[in-house]
């Protein structure tokens, strides 16, 4: 295993500086737009607000996402904004386009239901309401590539096939929505148990994540300073055991306080605030 996780190590080492060079020489900054009449949200279960101790819950139970907590402050903004929430539990990069995610494959229910794939539903709306869809947020790369440790050798080529499919999908919103406010989930550990083995890889996850969101003018929530925070491993893990329900329920959803963080990070990078 150590021996693994060093080759690991050194491979995500590789991806890191690939991720910082592909963008240079561009200057384009991030779309800024203020918040208008819908905020559309998309992605996986992150995005959908799931817990595990409400897994068998209505969608109309599950209220404190960082989706629910986001919306609650654009409205001190943008008081009439409606939140058009797509989430689904399970769902990859590939099933975001194919369509087919698990969760509907169950009979689970979404807040906002769709037919088709969530893009095919997301570009839908963004053409039905030109103009006034802002900010998008999207949450995925979860289901593509958690946990990263069981991945072994395999994961950096995983984690440059998630980046590849993720750079497609934020082009084609991004074609559809060319003046929306676009803010991804960046990349962060939620491994409690492996931090200081995992970090480089996951790091890795978040330099792809930027490097697709800088080639669309897309905005990146940093969810390591949300979620993993400073200080030693210890630290750290402490701080996930508390912000997810990894250590309790070995489950890396966020708990109420964790997804306050995490919207705490979409606020950040919407530069909203100012």
């Not at 229910?109 to 869809?133: C, E, I, N, T, W």
């Not at 669309?216 to 979620?227: I, K, N, Q």
Request: with cysteine.
């Amino acid at each position: 295993m150590r021996v693994t996780l060093t080759s690991v190590g050194l491979l995500a080492a590789g991806l890191l500086a690939a991720a910082g060079t592909a963008t240079g020489g561009r200057s384009e900054r991030p779309v800024y737009q203020p918040p208008q009449s819908y905020y559309l949200a998309l992605g996986d279960s992150m995005a959908y607000g799931f817990q595990p101790t409400k897994a068998n819950a209505p969608p109309s139970a599950v209220r404190t996402g960082y989706v629910d907590v986001f919306a609650a402050r654009l409205r001190k903004r943008a008081p009439g904004i409606r939140v058009v929430n797509y989430g689904c539990p399970g769902e990859t990069t590939v099933t975001f386009v194919r369509g087919g995610c698990d969760w509907l494959k169950h009979g689970g229910k979404l807040h906002d239901a769709f037919s088709g794939s969530q893009l095919r539903a997301a570009l839908s709306f963004l053409s039905a309401h030109p103009g006034q869809v802002s900010p998008i947020t999207i949450t995925l790369w979860g289901g593509d590539l958690f946990p990263l440790s069981a991945q072994g050798k395999r994961a950096p080529q995983a984690v440059a096939s998630f980046a590849s499919r993720f750079d497609t999908i934020l082009r084609r919103l991004r074609a559809a929505a060319p003046t929306a406010e676009i803010i991804v989930t960046g990349g962060w550990n939620p491994e409690a148990d492996r931090l200081q083995q995992m970090n480089p890889l996951y790091r890795s996850v978040g330099a792809a994540i930027d490097r697709a969101a800088t080639t669309s003018r897309v905005r990146v929530a940093d969810m390591f300073p949300a979620l993993d925070g400073p200080g030693s491993a210890k630290a750290q893990q402490r701080r996930l055991c508390r912000l997810t329900f990894f250590c309790s329920k070995g489950d890396p959803h966020p708990t109420d306080a964790g997804y306050r963080a995490m919207a705490g990070a979409f606020m950040a990078a919407s530069g909203y605030s100012r």
